[in-house]
């Protein structure tokens, strides 16, 4: 295996702790705020260039279990187990101390939201609510549509990268709407088992599905209803990533069950379908996945309390740690200069590429 060199070391730069495991994280477009959220309920937001840490939800007894911004950074939405979805408006990204106010909140008793997910180039937020899923213009504040998934809770929720579409995975389907059309019945992508993660390339040409029944299903989007089928996973395949390859490389796909890590790349023809590999240094169950933005560096956080980053996605480049009882949680912001990570007692860690050199290469 590959080693680092001096140039690709990632460092700790700051951590702190939430008082309980940290549920969901998010970054701010521009890479200034880290969100956090935890299993007694905190929202924190972190300044990170200045060192600064801003409660802005204080600890309840429910969970908050998702959480993100707006594509502008103007909105930071946040939802859990109460049932309510809150909507914060942020200042403006160059200010210092991100003086969240709380533009709305949406009340759903007896329902656990579980995902949301802000439209990438509109203030739209949609978010899963049992086996229904609402999109709300924000700055209208006003719903823009409810949508139906009907055979089961709504597992995975995504939008297309253009924004044009919303797609929906639960129990036998995929479901796809358009933004053009809500009331147009969705295109339906069926499955053999529950759908329960979900995840668009970045270039918006294939969509994957992680499924119930250890698999992983990929369409070629606009080409065929008929996917390629992946198999020979230990268990229900629970985490996805999508690298975002450059002219010269093939689309890699990430896919975690239990402990294994599978990468699955794109061959040069479709009807050569996709070839893989295994990735195998950890040993608890994998929890997210990440992507540097704009390079195959893929990394993987565990129960095994490990954060492992590999190089193009195949070999070991550097290990962390700083979570003894396990990491929930990863993320690389936008400019892929920093890696957060959140662990299960609370603690939350930031790694930035070393001052010694310029980072990670291709």
């Keep these: 295996m590959l080693g680092l060199t ?9 951590q702190g702790h939430l008082q309980d495991y940290v549920t969901a994280i998010a970054w701010s477009p521009n890479g200034r705020w880290l969100a956090l959220a935890s299993g007694s309920g905190e929202v924190t937001v972190l ?40 909507v914060w408006r942020m200042p ?20 656990w939201i579980d995902h949301l997910a802000w439209s990438p180039t509109r ?40 924004g044009e579409e919303l797609v929906l995975s639960g129990h036998l389907a995929v479901k796809i709407w358009s933004r053009q059309d809500w009331e147009r019945d969705p295109i339906v992508r069926d499955l053999a088992a529950a759908g329960v993660a979900i995840a668009i390339s970045p270039s918006g040409q294939y969509l994957a599905s992680g499924n119930l029944d250890s698999t992983l ?25 999508w690298s975002e390859p450059s002219a010269k490389s093939s689309p890699l796909i990430a896919a975690a069950s239990q ?53 193009k996605a195949k070999h070991l480049a550097q290990m962390l740690n700083g979570a003894s009882q396990g990491f929930s ?25 070393s001052q010694r050199g310029r980072g990670f290469s291709r």
């Excluded at 403006?92 to 106010?101: I, M, N």
């Design 217 to 241: 299903l990929v369409w070629h989007s606009g080409k065929s209803a008929y996917p390629w089928k992946m198999t020979g996973f230990p268990g229900k395949v629970r985490h996805l990533a």
């Design 329 to 353: 949680s990863l993320a690389w912001n936008a400019q892929g200069t920093l890696l957060a990570a959140g662990g299960q007692q609370g603690e939350w860690l930031i790694w930035a590429q």
């Design 259 to 311: 402990e294994s890590l599978i990468i699955w790349r794109k061959l040069a023809t479709d009807e050569a379908g996709w070839d893989s590999h295994i990735l195998d240094l950890h040993q608890g169950k994998i929890v997210a996945l990440s992507f540097q933005p704009g390079i195959s560096l893929l990394a993987s956080a565990a129960e095994d309390g490990q954060v492992v980053i590999w190089h």
């Design 92 to 111: 403006s990204q160059t200010a210092d101390r991100p003086l969240a106010v709380l533009l709305k909140v949406f009340d759903h008793p007896r329902t």
């Design 6 to 14: 001096q140039k690709s070391e990632l460092s700790l730069t700051w």
């Design 47 to 86: 300044n990170v260039a200045a060192r600064q840490t801003i409660a802005i939800e204080p600890s309840v007894s429910e969970s908050v279990d998702c959480l993100g911004f707006s594509y502008d950074g103007r909105f930071l939405a946040a939802g859990g187990q109460s049932g309510q979805v809150k």
């Design 123 to 162: 203030n739209e937020l949609a978010f899963s609510l049992g086996r229904y899923a609402q999109v709300w213009d924000i700055e209208r504040e006003e719903i823009v549509t409810t949508l139906p998934f009907e055979t089961s809770s709504v597992l995975g929720l995504v939008w297309h990268p253009q």
